[in-house]
């Protein structure tokens, strides 16, 4: 997450628009239906920078408006201002739908013809001509990768590029810890060189550069004379912050143009929608209508929407434009010491080793699912916290997008017709939702996820930010075993189990009384799976701020270890002095452990300090920067 500054306006949407709400300098679209689905085909571009949706008033969207589905290629996102409605192309200045926009290279009869009812047309082949550049961020794969389909698609070389951006080595927003930590940023120098390897196998490469995209991008495209830069389209602001100014640094560019006629062009910059099991075209409720409970969002989605299968990408993709030399070649694989970080090696007690990668990423599917048949018992498993297999651990792959849900439920599908569908493989997919709605949720809420008060603007809690409670927290030092193994093993792996992430968080909000922020940025500092959505969603739920308005858990600790740990074994692999305890002591070591720092206690945090928060709306970026000090 890069620190930027809070963007007023908020992407609220990303379903069509009707016939009778068409923006005046469009010209008329026709319908066309394929497989029962709609498709859209578009015969001129938009100004999507003024137009006003007509007839609706400055800043409302009726459902019935939402009612025609937009190909499930590119998402249009509208942007709700005091100055009416904006549409642009997920951050891009040209809009690339199937059998939509005229794309550089590709003729208009061409986009047509690429059209398909999975909005992509991958089975329509190479149509197009030039260079276009696949600008990799959070989506470290080949497989499943729409945005480098089209790139394929719509050129006829394409240049894949990844930039290591330091400022997502820098430090987080409040309390100034490292954003990422050695172990994920060594998981993202695997995933990057898993990547290469994976595209030098398709005939392909990738440019590897050290610095910011907003800068490196640019450049390249002008060497290579790119028509349009590709990738994916982020939902928080650090990362639209970045997407915001490489378009317009794009838009300073100038090629040779190879449309008739046109001496010169800018590069267009696609960025399109993926990641996400449910594509955000394809949800029964714009974003800005996403309901504030998970249970009602997840029947809708289940009953309403259908999940697309996994986009099939070519064997070869081929080839790197001529003109590569220009741009320096691709460059060495990156170190640590490129952002000042020294190597450090997972801890031997880790439960298993987490290597990153698109081909690690799909070994560990294979394994979970077929090798041990560990998914058809996941339900009953899933609340353990010791061991390899009590839960999938996809969570890493899926974070930096080496794997996609969708490559997941594919996958169960088949499991489900070969072997066994029950309710464990169902809850698979149940899991992979919650991480959809965090990241809609986002989109619905904003920079107010980051706010102390958070989504519902919660007001009148004090949260204490002491120091020394906090570092007891952090280093696993609270005098509670179970909340102190589970610290050590985030520490020395980088990852948590879902059930120990619960428990630490409601032990830092509701016994300790500390400020959630500090344990949400500590997870990001930490975890292998971090992404912003998820993880200050959960932080917000577990601290009762979050947009659920029934959000008020405490995990009771003594309870919590008596149901997940009931012989201390966790405790024991963590805490190797408890080992020679018995059993039943492991959890209650009195003597023999740390004197706990916090008694234990039911309802409110202690409210020993006055509230920083801000409210939605309020104030800049992720609110006011409070003072990290100890009581």
Known sequence: MLNMPRVKSRPVGGRAICDGCLPPRRAAAEHSEECGRMAWTLRRDIDRETWKHNGHGKNTVTRKQWACSWPPSTPPVLMLSSRGSKFFS???????????????????????VMASKDGIGQKKGRQGSGTAVMWFRNDLRVSDNEALLRAWQTSSAVLPVYCLDPRVFSTTYHFGFPKTGELRAQFILESVADLRKNLQKRGLDLVIRVGKP?????????????????GHKETTSEETGVEGRLKGRLAKVEVSSEIPGKSVRNPQLDLVWGGTLYHIDDLPFTPNELPDVYTQFRKGCETKSKIRPAIKMPQQMGPLPDSLEKTGGCGPLPVLADVGLTPREQSPLGVMPFVGGETAGLARLQDYFWAKDKVREYKETRNGMLGADYSTKFSPWLAHGCITPRIICDELRKYEAERVANQSTYWVLFELLWRDYFRFLSIKYGNSIFY?????????????????LFEAWRDGKTGYPLIDANMKELAATGFMSNRGRQIVCSFLVRDMGLDWRLGAEWFETCLLDYDPCSNYGNWTYGAGVGNDPREDRYFSIPKQAQTYD?????????????????????????????????????????RNQPSSGQGRGQGHGRGRKPAFRRN
């Open 214 to 230: 907003e800068e490196i991008v640019p450049n390249l495209a002008q060497a290579v004379g790119a028509h349009t830069v590709f």
């Open 452 to 468: 102390l008060g958070g989504p519902r603007n919660v007001k009148g809690l004090r949260w204490s930010q002491d120091k020394l």
């Open 566 to 606: 009931p012989d201390g074994e966790y405790v024991a692999h963590w805490l190797p002095q408890l080992k020679n305890l018995p059993k039943a002591a492991r959890h209650y070591p009195k003597d023999a452990y740390l004197r706990p720092v916090v008694p234990l206690r039911f309802g409110q945090p202690p």
């Open 90 to 112: 997920s951050g891009g200045s040209h809009l690339l739908a199937s059998g939509g926009m005229h794309k550089p290279g590709v003729g208009v009869r061409q986009m047509q």
